[in-house]
């Protein structure tokens, strides 16, 4: 993984308007490691995660909200993030995976689907619609020498499932921690990183 650096992002033009918000992400993943050291703040789950963003979007000005009541096709329901821009809002819908290796990366792009179909129900005239895929990897400490090449593999997977937008946190310092994730303990697993791919969804 000599050519990817510990965190950055890869922004298209489609989603300029999302670089400072991503950048503040990076810069708040930093900060909340720097004070809690033995746990991360992306070790949480999908609440967390967007919550996360939210106040990323916040602290440079970008109003925003998460769990927003909605009108969906099928009825009412809920959004998981709404980023109000001076042009119009983005609706943003987010799945949350885990993956242990390579193998599991399928789970990524099931989670995009999922994630693309949720955001498309949502009824709207003129605002933009975005997919979203948090992936926390969980590779098992057996296999702890091969991280670099592991996390190098998951990227490929990233770029593709989001071409105009991921962003990736992987603090090398991070590489021997282990914790938990929701109420199940993952004693044999590290804990690297966390990496986000976003993607545009029509219609």
Same mark, same amino acid.
């Given at each position: %993984?000599?050519?990817?650096?510990?965190?950055?992002?890869? @922004?298209?033009?489609?989603?300029?308007?999302?670089?400072? @918000?991503?950048?503040?992400?990076?810069?708040?993943?930093?900060?909340?490691?720097?004070?809690?050291?033995?746990?991360?703040?992306?070790?949480?789950?999908?609440? &967390?995660?967007?919550?996360?963003?939210?106040?990323?979007?916040?602290?440079? +000005?970008?109003?925003?909200?998460?769990?927003?009541?909605?009108?969906?096709?099928? +009825?009412?329901?809920?959004?998981?993030?709404?980023?109000?821009?001076?042009?119009?809002?983005?609706?943003?819908?987010?799945?949350?995976?885990?993956?242990?290796?390579?193998?599991? %990366?399928?789970?990524?792009?099931?989670?995009?689907?999922?994630?693309?179909?949720?955001?498309?129900?949502?009824?709207?005239?003129?605002?933009?619609?975005?997919?979203?895929?948090?992936?926390?990897?969980?590779?098992?400490?057996?296999?702890?020498?091969?991280?670099?090449?592991?996390?190098?593999?998951? %990227?490929?997977?990233?770029?593709?499932?989001?071409?105009?937008?991921?962003?990736?946190?992987?603090?090398?310092?991070?590489?021997?921690?282990?914790?938990?994730?929701?109420? &199940?303990?993952?004693?044999?697993?590290?804990?690297?990183?966390?990496? @986000?791919? %976003?993607?545009?969804?029509?219609?």
């Amino acid at each position: %993984m000599a050519a990817m650096t510990e965190s950055g992002l890869h @922004i298209g033009k489609s989603f300029a308007r999302w670089a400072p @918000i991503l950048r503040e992400w990076l810069v708040m993943m930093e900060w909340y490691l720097d004070r809690h050291p033995s746990e991360p703040a992306y070790w949480h789950e999908e609440w &967390t995660q967007v919550g996360l963003l939210a106040s990323a979007a916040w602290r440079v +000005g970008v109003p925003s909200l998460t769990e927003v009541v909605v009108k969906r096709k099928a +009825g009412r329901g809920r959004a998981d993030f709404r980023a109000s821009f001076p042009e119009c809002c983005d609706w943003l819908e987010a799945k949350v995976v885990w993956p242990e290796s390579q193998s599991d %990366m399928p789970k990524v792009e099931n989670a995009m689907r999922e994630a693309t179909t949720a955001v498309t129900e949502l009824e709207s005239s003129r605002d933009r619609r975005i997919a979203a895929v948090f992936v926390g990897p969980m590779i098992r400490t057996a296999l702890a020498p091969q991280a670099d090449e592991i996390l190098e593999n998951m %990227m490929d997977t990233m770029r593709r499932v989001g071409p105009d937008c991921h962003v990736w946190y992987l603090p090398r310092r991070a590489r021997t921690f282990r914790g938990a994730s929701g109420k &199940t303990s993952y004693p044999d697993h590290i804990r690297p990183g966390m990496l @986000i791919a %976003m993607r545009q969804v029509d219609g």
